[in-house]
């Protein structure tokens, strides 16, 4: 069971990221900005992308380490970093 809501389906590793990340969009989305799931290297890296306001902003490296990555491993201990990509 996923422990959460006990609905007995088991997510994947990577259903549980953009899950998470699906969570933030709101937060970067009422900024102007935006986060997108790229892709997860075998190491469990998360590679995403930052769109519009957060794409050039000079805080977006604090948000993506800070914020992103930070309640990614809160939320999923095995995720190793997160890292933005072009």
């Known amino acids: 069971m ?3 809501c006990g609905c007995g389906s088991e997510k994947s590793f ?3 990221v953009a899950e998470v990340i699906q969570s933030i969009r709101p937060m970067l989305q009422n900024d102007g900005g935006d986060i997108e799931l790229v892709n997860i290297d ?3 890296t998360v590679n995403v ?3 519009g306001a957060c794409k050039g902003c000079p805080g977006a490296a604090m948000t993506l380490k800070m914020g992103v990555e930070r309640l990614l491993k809160e939320r999923i201990p095995e995720v190793k970093e997160v ?4």
Do not use: N, T
């Open 2 to 4: 996923c422990e959460g």
């Open 14 to 16: 990577e259903e549980e």
């Open 42 to 44: 075998e190491d469990k």
């Open 49 to 51: 992308r930052l769109q």
């Open 83 to 86: 890292v933005a990509v072009q």
